[in-house]
Protein backbone atom coordinates (compact mmCIF):
# COMPACT_ATOMS: atom_id res chain seq x y z
CA UNK A 1 0.00 0.00 0.00
CA UNK A 2 1.78 3.02 -1.58
CA UNK A 3 1.20 6.54 0.50
CA UNK A 4 1.14 8.67 -2.38
CA UNK A 5 2.22 12.29 -1.01
CA UNK A 6 1.93 13.54 -4.27
CA UNK A 7 -1.83 12.73 -4.60
CA UNK A 8 -2.28 14.73 -0.94
CA UNK A 9 0.05 17.41 -1.82
CA UNK A 10 -2.49 17.74 -4.45
CA UNK A 11 -5.33 18.08 -2.47
CA UNK A 12 -3.13 20.42 -0.51
CA UNK A 13 -2.20 23.00 -3.03
CA UNK A 14 -6.37 23.13 -4.34
CA UNK A 15 -6.87 24.27 -0.68
CA UNK A 16 -4.46 26.70 -0.61
CA UNK A 17 -5.54 28.33 -4.08
CA UNK A 18 -8.94 28.70 -2.53
CA UNK A 19 -7.44 30.49 0.30
CA UNK A 20 -5.05 32.82 -1.83
CA UNK A 21 -8.61 33.58 -3.80
CA UNK A 22 -10.41 34.92 -0.40
CA UNK A 23 -7.46 36.30 1.09
CA UNK A 24 -6.95 38.36 -1.91
CA UNK A 25 -10.68 39.92 -0.81
CA UNK A 26 -9.93 39.93 2.41
CA UNK A 27 -6.47 42.05 2.62
CA UNK A 28 -6.49 43.00 -0.94
CA UNK A 29 -2.91 41.71 -1.76
CA UNK A 30 -1.78 37.58 -2.04
CA UNK A 31 1.20 36.26 -0.04
CA UNK A 32 4.69 36.90 -1.00
CA UNK A 33 7.05 34.85 -0.52
CA UNK A 34 10.87 35.11 -1.21
CA UNK A 35 12.80 32.23 -2.29
CA UNK A 36 16.94 33.13 -2.22
CA UNK A 37 19.61 30.89 -3.56
CA UNK A 38 22.99 31.15 -3.16
CA UNK A 39 25.27 29.79 -6.00
CA UNK A 40 24.63 26.92 -8.42
CA UNK A 41 24.58 23.60 -6.38
CA UNK A 42 22.37 21.70 -9.24
CA UNK A 43 19.86 19.92 -6.44
CA UNK A 44 19.33 23.56 -4.62
CA UNK A 45 17.89 24.82 -8.07
CA UNK A 46 16.03 21.86 -8.74
CA UNK A 47 14.61 22.37 -5.41
CA UNK A 48 14.32 26.09 -5.45
CA UNK A 49 12.74 25.90 -9.06
CA UNK A 50 9.92 23.30 -7.66
CA UNK A 51 9.10 25.63 -4.90
CA UNK A 52 8.78 28.62 -7.03
CA UNK A 53 6.60 26.51 -9.24
CA UNK A 54 4.48 25.55 -6.73
CA UNK A 55 3.54 28.94 -5.07
CA UNK A 56 3.45 30.37 -8.27
CA UNK A 57 0.80 27.69 -9.27
CA UNK A 58 -1.05 28.65 -6.07
CA UNK A 59 -1.66 32.09 -6.64
CA UNK A 60 1.03 33.57 -4.26
CA UNK A 61 3.35 36.96 -5.24
CA UNK A 62 7.31 34.78 -5.31
CA UNK A 63 10.23 36.34 -5.85
CA UNK A 64 13.27 34.50 -7.31
CA UNK A 65 16.72 35.58 -5.90
CA UNK A 66 19.58 33.81 -7.16
CA UNK A 67 22.60 35.35 -5.64
CA UNK A 68 26.36 34.38 -7.01
CA UNK A 69 28.27 31.89 -5.16
CA UNK A 70 31.22 34.51 -4.33
CA UNK A 71 27.93 36.22 -2.55
CA UNK A 72 29.53 37.34 0.99
CA UNK A 73 27.83 36.79 4.23
CA UNK A 74 27.90 40.65 5.26
CA UNK A 75 25.37 40.99 2.12
CA UNK A 76 23.51 38.47 2.28
CA UNK A 77 22.69 39.47 6.48
CA UNK A 78 21.98 42.93 4.66
CA UNK A 79 19.46 41.66 1.96
CA UNK A 80 17.80 39.72 5.09
CA UNK A 81 17.35 42.47 6.90
CA UNK A 82 15.72 44.63 3.81
CA UNK A 83 13.34 41.86 3.76
CA UNK A 84 12.99 41.80 7.14
CA UNK A 85 11.88 44.99 7.45
CA UNK A 86 9.54 44.92 4.22
CA UNK A 87 6.11 45.30 4.47
CA UNK A 88 4.91 43.25 1.46
CA UNK A 89 7.41 40.62 2.37
CA UNK A 90 5.74 37.60 4.29
CA UNK A 91 7.77 34.65 3.76
CA UNK A 92 11.93 34.46 3.30
CA UNK A 93 13.41 31.41 2.88
CA UNK A 94 17.35 30.65 2.17
CA UNK A 95 17.72 27.78 -0.06
CA UNK A 96 20.56 25.45 2.26
CA UNK A 97 23.12 24.13 2.11
CA UNK A 98 25.16 27.71 1.57
CA UNK A 99 28.28 28.44 0.30
CA UNK A 100 31.05 27.39 3.09
CA UNK A 101 32.20 30.98 3.64
CA UNK A 102 28.80 31.86 4.70
CA UNK A 103 27.64 30.79 8.57
CA UNK A 104 24.64 29.24 8.06
CA UNK A 105 23.38 28.97 11.49
CA UNK A 106 24.22 33.39 11.91
CA UNK A 107 21.90 33.78 8.02
CA UNK A 108 19.15 31.39 10.00
CA UNK A 109 19.02 33.55 13.12
CA UNK A 110 18.85 36.90 11.53
CA UNK A 111 15.71 36.19 9.89
CA UNK A 112 12.49 37.28 10.96
CA UNK A 113 11.38 34.39 13.12
CA UNK A 114 7.24 35.94 11.95
CA UNK A 115 8.92 35.41 8.26
CA UNK A 116 11.04 32.40 8.94
CA UNK A 117 8.46 29.78 6.37
CA UNK A 118 11.37 27.07 7.06
CA UNK A 119 10.67 26.88 10.80
CA UNK A 120 14.78 26.45 11.44
CA UNK A 121 14.86 30.09 13.43
CA UNK A 122 15.75 29.40 17.44
CA UNK A 123 12.55 30.90 18.55
CA UNK A 124 10.83 28.68 16.32
CA UNK A 125 12.44 25.77 17.23
CA UNK A 126 11.93 26.63 20.78
CA UNK A 127 8.34 27.06 20.18
CA UNK A 128 8.05 23.67 19.03
CA UNK A 129 9.61 22.14 22.11
CA UNK A 130 7.61 24.23 24.42
CA UNK A 131 4.54 23.64 22.80
CA UNK A 132 4.01 27.53 21.98
CA UNK A 133 2.76 28.73 18.67
CA UNK A 134 5.30 28.96 15.74
CA UNK A 135 6.61 27.59 12.46
CA UNK A 136 6.59 23.78 12.16
CA UNK A 137 9.71 22.97 9.74
CA UNK A 138 7.81 21.50 6.64
CA UNK A 139 9.37 18.01 6.28
CA UNK A 140 7.78 16.85 9.62
CA UNK A 141 4.48 18.80 9.32
CA UNK A 142 4.35 16.43 5.71
CA UNK A 143 4.82 13.34 7.28
CA UNK A 144 2.12 14.13 10.18
CA UNK A 145 -0.26 15.03 7.16
CA UNK A 146 0.52 12.02 5.13
CA UNK A 147 -0.26 9.93 8.62
CA UNK A 148 -3.54 11.52 9.61
CA UNK A 149 -4.65 11.49 6.08
CA UNK A 150 -4.48 7.42 5.85
CA UNK A 151 -6.06 7.34 9.20
CA UNK A 152 -2.75 5.89 10.71
CA UNK A 153 -3.25 5.66 14.78
CA UNK A 154 0.01 7.49 16.11
CA UNK A 155 -1.40 7.76 19.81
CA UNK A 156 -0.02 5.04 21.92
CA UNK A 157 2.48 3.36 18.62
CA UNK A 158 6.07 2.79 18.60
CA UNK A 159 7.23 4.92 16.26
CA UNK A 160 11.09 4.47 15.47
CA UNK A 161 13.05 7.60 13.83
CA UNK A 162 16.22 7.57 11.71
CA UNK A 163 18.49 10.11 11.80
CA UNK A 164 18.52 13.08 14.36
CA UNK A 165 19.18 16.37 12.38
CA UNK A 166 17.78 19.52 12.95
CA UNK A 167 15.63 19.24 9.54
CA UNK A 168 13.61 15.60 9.96
CA UNK A 169 14.55 13.49 12.60
CA UNK A 170 14.84 15.78 16.24
CA UNK A 171 11.62 17.90 15.08
CA UNK A 172 9.36 14.55 13.79
CA UNK A 173 10.16 13.14 17.20
CA UNK A 174 8.86 16.13 19.14
CA UNK A 175 5.62 15.97 16.71
CA UNK A 176 4.77 12.09 17.22
CA UNK A 177 5.79 12.50 21.10
CA UNK A 178 3.01 15.64 21.32
CA UNK A 179 0.62 12.64 19.41
CA UNK A 180 1.62 10.00 22.40
CA UNK A 181 3.49 8.13 20.78
CA UNK A 182 6.58 6.29 22.10
CA UNK A 183 9.73 7.21 20.26
CA UNK A 184 12.57 5.77 19.67
CA UNK A 185 15.30 8.51 17.74
CA UNK A 186 18.45 6.42 16.63
CA UNK A 187 21.83 7.64 15.00
CA UNK A 188 25.22 6.94 13.40
CA UNK A 189 26.41 5.97 16.60
CA UNK A 190 23.28 3.27 17.77
CA UNK A 191 24.61 -0.01 18.05
CA UNK A 192 22.69 -2.95 15.93
CA UNK A 193 20.05 -0.62 14.39
CA UNK A 194 17.83 -3.84 12.90
CA UNK A 195 16.79 -4.49 16.57
CA UNK A 196 15.27 -1.10 17.11
CA UNK A 197 13.55 -0.51 13.45
CA UNK A 198 11.94 -4.22 13.96
CA UNK A 199 9.75 -3.04 16.82
CA UNK A 200 8.59 0.04 15.35
CA UNK A 201 4.78 0.86 14.61
CA UNK A 202 5.93 3.40 12.56
CA UNK A 203 9.57 3.81 11.07
CA UNK A 204 10.72 7.19 10.14
CA UNK A 205 14.00 7.29 8.08
CA UNK A 206 15.97 10.55 7.32
CA UNK A 207 19.51 9.55 7.15
CA UNK A 208 20.53 10.45 3.64
CA UNK A 209 22.54 6.67 3.55
CA UNK A 210 21.28 4.85 0.62
CA UNK A 211 20.11 1.24 0.93
CA UNK A 212 20.22 1.75 4.94
CA UNK A 213 16.97 -0.24 5.39
CA UNK A 214 16.76 -3.84 4.31
CA UNK A 215 13.15 -5.92 4.09
CA UNK A 216 14.14 -7.89 7.96
CA UNK A 217 14.83 -4.65 9.61
CA UNK A 218 11.28 -3.76 9.06
CA UNK A 219 8.43 -5.36 11.10
CA UNK A 220 5.23 -6.72 9.11
CA UNK A 221 2.70 -4.23 8.69
CA UNK A 222 4.75 -1.58 9.71
CA UNK A 223 4.40 2.02 8.41
CA UNK A 224 7.45 3.10 6.58
CA UNK A 225 8.22 6.63 5.90
CA UNK A 226 11.48 7.13 3.80
CA UNK A 227 12.62 10.52 3.67
CA UNK A 228 15.85 10.13 2.18
CA UNK A 229 16.80 11.76 -0.95
CA UNK A 230 19.68 10.18 -2.48
CA UNK A 231 20.92 9.75 -5.85
CA UNK A 232 21.90 5.73 -6.96
CA UNK A 233 25.24 6.50 -8.24
CA UNK A 234 24.69 3.40 -11.07
CA UNK A 235 21.08 4.03 -12.33
CA UNK A 236 21.19 8.01 -11.64
CA UNK A 237 18.14 7.58 -10.35
CA UNK A 238 16.28 9.20 -6.78
CA UNK A 239 16.14 7.17 -4.46
CA UNK A 240 15.66 6.86 -0.41
CA UNK A 241 17.22 5.04 2.55
CA UNK A 242 14.81 1.84 2.42
CA UNK A 243 15.32 -0.47 0.24
CA UNK A 244 11.67 -0.06 -1.55
CA UNK A 245 11.55 -3.28 -3.25
CA UNK A 246 12.09 -5.43 -0.34
CA UNK A 247 10.66 -3.46 2.17
CA UNK A 248 7.09 -2.95 0.36
CA UNK A 249 6.78 -6.99 0.71
CA UNK A 250 7.01 -6.53 4.44
CA UNK A 251 5.34 -2.96 5.07
CA UNK A 252 1.79 -2.19 5.74
CA UNK A 253 2.22 1.23 4.37
CA UNK A 254 5.08 2.54 2.63
CA UNK A 255 6.02 6.34 0.95
CA UNK A 256 7.67 5.53 -2.21
CA UNK A 257 10.89 8.06 -3.42
CA UNK A 258 9.94 10.13 -5.39
CA UNK A 259 6.56 10.96 -4.96
CA UNK A 260 6.00 10.80 -1.49
CA UNK A 261 7.34 13.11 1.62
CA UNK A 262 8.79 15.53 -0.73
CA UNK A 263 5.92 16.88 -2.64
CA UNK A 264 4.20 17.23 0.93
CA UNK A 265 7.20 19.04 1.88
CA UNK A 266 6.56 21.56 -0.72
CA UNK A 267 2.92 21.31 0.05
CA UNK A 268 3.16 22.79 3.88
CA UNK A 269 5.95 24.89 2.51
CA UNK A 270 2.91 26.91 1.00
CA UNK A 271 0.39 26.49 4.13
CA UNK A 272 3.57 27.91 6.02
CA UNK A 273 3.40 30.84 3.92
CA UNK A 274 -0.06 31.74 4.29
CA UNK A 275 0.21 31.63 7.71
CA UNK A 276 3.11 33.99 7.53
CA UNK A 277 1.03 36.11 5.68
CA UNK A 278 -2.08 36.65 7.72
CA UNK A 279 0.82 36.49 10.87
CA UNK A 280 2.07 39.56 8.86
CA UNK A 281 -1.03 41.21 8.09
CA UNK A 282 -1.65 41.57 11.59
CA UNK A 283 1.31 42.77 12.91
CA UNK A 284 1.13 45.69 10.09
CA UNK A 285 -2.58 46.71 10.96
CA UNK A 286 -1.35 46.82 14.92
CA UNK A 287 1.36 48.60 14.29
CA UNK A 288 -0.38 51.01 12.13
CA UNK A 289 -3.08 51.37 15.16
CA UNK A 290 0.18 52.18 17.77
CA UNK A 291 1.17 54.54 15.00
CA UNK A 292 -2.06 56.40 15.25
P1 LIG B 1 21.35 15.30 8.62
O1 LIG B 1 22.67 15.11 7.95
O2 LIG B 1 21.12 16.53 9.44
O3 LIG B 1 21.08 14.07 9.58
C1 LIG B 1 21.28 12.76 9.17
C2 LIG B 1 21.06 11.89 10.38
O4 LIG B 1 21.14 10.54 9.98
C3 LIG B 1 22.10 12.09 11.48
O5 LIG B 1 21.48 12.14 12.73
C4 LIG B 1 22.98 10.83 11.36
O6 LIG B 1 23.51 10.40 12.61
C5 LIG B 1 21.98 9.81 10.87
N1 LIG B 1 22.61 8.74 10.14
C6 LIG B 1 23.46 8.84 9.10
N2 LIG B 1 23.85 7.61 8.72
C7 LIG B 1 23.24 6.73 9.54
C8 LIG B 1 23.27 5.32 9.68
N3 LIG B 1 24.01 4.55 8.88
N4 LIG B 1 22.51 4.75 10.66
C9 LIG B 1 21.76 5.52 11.48
N5 LIG B 1 21.70 6.85 11.40
C10 LIG B 1 22.44 7.45 10.44
O7 LIG B 1 20.28 15.14 7.51
P2 LIG B 1 18.78 15.73 7.37
O8 LIG B 1 17.99 15.38 8.57
O9 LIG B 1 18.86 17.13 6.93
O10 LIG B 1 18.28 14.89 6.11
C11 LIG B 1 18.19 13.49 6.15
C12 LIG B 1 17.78 12.98 4.78
O11 LIG B 1 16.49 13.49 4.47
C13 LIG B 1 18.67 13.42 3.61
O12 LIG B 1 18.72 12.39 2.65
C14 LIG B 1 17.94 14.61 3.02
O13 LIG B 1 18.23 14.79 1.65
C15 LIG B 1 16.52 14.15 3.22
N6 LIG B 1 15.54 15.23 3.25
C16 LIG B 1 14.43 15.05 2.52
C17 LIG B 1 13.45 16.00 2.51
C18 LIG B 1 12.22 15.75 1.71
O14 LIG B 1 11.46 16.68 1.50
N7 LIG B 1 11.98 14.52 1.29
C19 LIG B 1 13.59 17.26 3.25
C20 LIG B 1 14.78 17.33 4.07
C21 LIG B 1 15.72 16.34 4.05
P3 LIG B 1 24.53 11.31 13.48
O15 LIG B 1 23.68 12.38 14.12
O16 LIG B 1 25.08 10.36 14.47
O17 LIG B 1 25.53 11.86 12.52
Redesign the pocket.
Known sequence: MLISGKELANEVKDQVRERVEKLKETYGREPHLVLILVGDDPASRTYVAGKYNDANSVGFRVTRLHLSAATTEKDLLALIDRLNGDLTTDAILVQLPLPDHINEQKIINSINPHKDVDGFHPENIAALWQRREGYVPC?PRGIIRMLDWKGIEIDGKHAVV????????LPVSKLLLDRNATVTL?????PD?GSLTRQADILIV????IG?IHGDMIKPGAIVID????RNPETGKLCG?VIFEECEKVAGMITPVPGG??PM?KACLLENTVECFIDNENRNRNSSMMTI
Open positions: TVGRGNIVGTHSRTLAAGSLVGINDVGT
